[in-house]
Each structure stands twice: as C-alpha cells, then as structure tokens.
C-alpha cells in the first residue's frame, strides 16, 4: 500500500482578476491519511482552496501546494494524482456503472484485464458491483454517489477531494450516507479534503475541521475542541447554537452585568429564582421528544432557547436563575 501524503498549503492566496480575494493566504497541514473537513457558509473560499489543491484554479504567486515535499503548486490536475467528487457527480450518463469506474483507467491505458480486476474491486468496497451493468439513469441519488465515490478511487489518486458530495441527496438518504462515508474514509487510508456547509457533516466526517469565513481561516482543529473551546464567536455560532448575554458570572450564576457571556443551550441549568441573580421568565415550552427546548426571556428583554432533559417540569411564566455549566467566550 502506498503511504498517504500529507498537504502542505503556504501562503496559498487567490486573487480574481478584478482584485477581489476569493482567498487569503492560508497555511495549513493535512496529515497524511486523515480527512479534513472545509466547513463555512457560502461564498467563504472553501470550494476555492479545494479547487487550488486540485490545480482547476491557479494559487496567487507565492503561494506553494505541496504533495509531501513535491511542490505540485504549477501542475496539471492530471499530473497531480487527485481524485475529485463533485456535487452533481459528473457521471457519463451513456455508461454503465462499470464503464464509468472504468472511465479514468481507460485514459490511462491501463491492460484490460487489470481494469476489470480493479473495477470489480472499487464496486465491491462501494457495494455496487451487482449494478455493474446498469446505466446511471437507473441509478438512485445515493447508488450515483457510490458511483462517483468508486470512479474516483479507480485511480488509485494520491488524495481524494470531495465537493459537497451529499447536498443533493434527500436528508434521509443523507444522514445514511454520512455513516457510510465516514466508516469507508477511516479505513482507505488516504488524504481527503471534503467541503461541506454542514456542521454535523463536517464532524462526521473530518478527523479535523477547518472552519472558514470570507476568504480565512477561522480556526482549525478535532470537532470537540472547535465546539468546546471556539477561537472566535464565528467559529461558536457556526459549529452549533450559541447563546449571548450581556451578564456577569458569580460562581457559574448568571447575575447582572455588562459583560458578553456564552453558552451552548444545553449547557445550562435552571435554578429557583435567586435574587442576587438575573431573573429569566419561561416564554415558551417545545416537546421535542428527547429533549426539552425553553424560550427564555431575561428582566432586560434579551432572549435565548435552552435545551433541558424531556422530562424536566419547567412551565411558562415560571421565574428562573441560570447556572452555567461551561462557558465559552461570547
């Protein structure tokens, strides 16, 4: 087995032709192997860092990509070794299944009898290989997916790179899915980069997140320390609910102040009124099943939800104090 390659990005900027910057110069290591999720709302720079990585754009001068110590930042995508899976997957819808895998071996030249050996193996790890014959119009949203997924991997691509690769699906289909792909990405053994819009995707999915915004780099890290330990109020409010208030903490208690204090909504616990304390009023009450969800209104007007354990007895218009049980930087 090869060994995977590690990603180097230094100063990796790109700059459209009318001077505004898709990117800003970004440094970044992916450890050979693991999977990095981009994540980052629209227009953020994520599918322009992927598609540098790949070499369908050109990185700003300067700016270096590197393939361990091989410098591929001026390379052709086909010089590279990547494989790509768009969102719309790009299948040829005139092939079959085993065509379309076949598809990048073809180009390569590679014997036949070693392409049918090596197509039979893809669909066998994507589960596909009794629809070998079957055109893509039959295909089902997530079977197209699976397609995709095995052409890229036919190659046998030095890093795989994939573009929102479930946002067409349904979310059922997708949630599926998402298990599917994280149990196979942990056993190829192989450098991926995913670009996702999705936080539950991107802490699925990545061994390490790299949250983006306009063009930067927010934070990078494991899922647990981005939610738990956010470097910025972005990264905060984008990997999960965030909650302000302008408050002051005694003790954990929430009491009055002028500080900007946060919390996720089922950090908190609810306390008889205290009257050293911040009064809350319950607003509104939502059985979700599991969980319970609380709109909560402070003497001031400010407005959060928590979210407490189903059974909880809280009702509207009860009177509360609020202990926090892990702050974060608001």
């Known amino acids: 087995m090869k060994h ?10 790109k700059t459209w032709p009318d001077g505004s910057r898709a990117l800003h110069p970004v440094d970044l290591r992916i450890e050979g192997g693991r999977t990095l999720a981009l994540l980052g709302p629209s227009g953020c720079g994520k599918t322009t ?6 070499g369908l754009e050109a990185a700003d001068p300067g700016s270096r990509i590197l393939f ?20 719309n997957y790009a299948l040829f819808p005139n092939m079959t299944v085993a065509q379309n895998v076949a598809y990048g071996l073809r180009i390569r030249k590679m014997p036949k009898p070693e392409q049918a050996e090596r197509v039979g193996h893809m669909l066998s790890l994507v589960r596909m290989e009794a629809l070998a014959d079957r055109r893509i119009s039959q295909l089902s949203g997530g079977q197209r997916q699976r397609v995709a997924l095995a052409r890229a991997l036919a190659i046998e691509p030095r890093v795989l790179l994939l573009d929102e690769p479930l946002t067409a699906l349904d979310a059922k289909l997708r949630e599926h899915l998402r298990v599917e792909l994280a149990q196979m990405l942990r056993t190829l053994n192989i450098t991926t980069v995913i670009v996702t819009h999705d936080q539950d995707e991107a802490m699925m999915l990545g061994d390490r997140i790299a949250v983006m915004s306009a063009g930067r780099l927010e934070q990078v890290g494991d899922a647990e320390t981005l939610y738990r330990q956010p470097a910025t109020s972005f990264v905060g ?23 900007v204090i946060g919390f996720r909504p089922h950090e908190v616990e609810l306390l008889p009124a205290l009257p050293s304390a911040l009064q809350a009023r319950v607003a509104a009450r939502f059985f979700l099943g599991a969980t319970l969800r609380l709109q909560l209104e402070l003497d001031d007007g400010q407005a959060f939800p928590v979210i407490l354990p189903a059974d909880s007895g809280h009702r509207v218009g009860e009177s509360v104090s609020l202990r926090l049980t892990r702050p974060l930087p608001g």
């Open 68 to 87: 361990d110590d091989e410098d591929v930042s001026v390379q052709a995508p086909e010089a590279r070794g990547v494989g790509v899976v768009f969102q």
């Open 237 to 259: 409010e984008f990997l999960g609910t965030l909650c302000k208030v302008r408050a002051r903490l005694e003790q954990g208690v929430v009491a009055g102040g002028d500080e």
């Open 4 to 13: 995977p390659v590690t990603i180097t990005l230094e100063q990796c900027a």
């Open 49 to 54: 860092l992927l598609r540098l990585i790949c």
